[in-house]
């Protein structure tokens, strides 16, 4: 079945990229929604360019959708439907144990009339974690609550000293709520290495956000 990929370019939706294409699934597209400018996406607050140098890395197209949060879900459709007019048959989510999004993603792509594949769902955190470590995935941290997580994170390695310091401070591992954000920048279905050329850290409604204005595949 030829499928898009839900892509916010973290390491949860590149690891449910990896379980589709080891289930068979065809995967004709990574489907990014982006704010109604265009320039960044709706769920990580990434900047265009950063998605399209990951698709390029991968090799596969990027189509996006823009739309505000209240034109969210209609914009969602609307690329979807085009999506199954042009052969695709379901959409791959990274969703591990939030119900609230299954429901929606299921509910959406229900009356648009495609399947929607959750490779993730319901699996432990430390089993996850230890598939994308071991599959020698490589991701950054590019966004955080700043009232739970120092800054002086911000372009470091995602690995188990990270997750140790969530641990400690009994964050939510997977950051399921949004306490954290990655990118990720290598894996086995990329192509090419992103390096982070040129970012800047800046605090902006209470997250610290690792600012990309350049990146450069290797």
């Known amino acids: 079945m030829k499928v898009f ?12 990229l990896h379980r589709a294409l080891e289930m068979g699934l065809e995967v004709g597209c990574l489907f990014s929604m982006l704010d109604e400018d265009g320039l960044r996406s709706r769920s990580h607050c990434m900047e265009r360019s ?23 879900e209609e914009e969602f ?7 199954r007019v042009e052969g695709y048959g379901g959409g791959v989510f990274g969703d591990i144990n939030l119900s609230e999004h299954r429901h929606w993603v299921e509910r959406v792509c229900g009356e648009v009339g495609i399947k ?17 470590f071991s599959n020698k995935f490589e991701a950054i941290i590019i966004n955080v609550k700043a009232d739970l997580i120092s800054g ?3 372009g470091k390695s995602f690995n188990s000293d990270f997750i ?3 641990k400690r401070r009994g964050i939510d591992l997977c950051g ?3 306490e954290y954000h990655t ?28 600012k990309i204005s350049k990146v450069e595949l290797e």
């Open 5 to 16: 990929v839900s892509w916010s370019g973290g390491k949860d939706s590149s690891l449910a």
């Open 50 to 72: 950063i998605l399209e140098s990951q698709a390029l890395a991968l090799g596969i197209p990027l189509i996006c959708g823009r739309a505000t949060w209240e034109t969210y």
């Open 77 to 83: 459709k609307r690329v979807a439907r085009k999506l």
């Open 116 to 132: 929607a594949f959750e490779p993730l769902w319901g699996e432990k955190y430390e089993n996850l974690l230890a598939e994308f």
């Open 152 to 154: 002086e994170w911000l």
């Open 164 to 166: 140790a310091y969530l």
């Open 176 to 178: 399921e709520r949004g």
């Open 183 to 210: 990118l990720t920048v290598y894996g086995p279905p990329f192509k090419q290495r992103l390096k982070i050329a040129e970012a800047e850290r800046i605090l902006q409604n209470g997250r610290w956000i690792l």
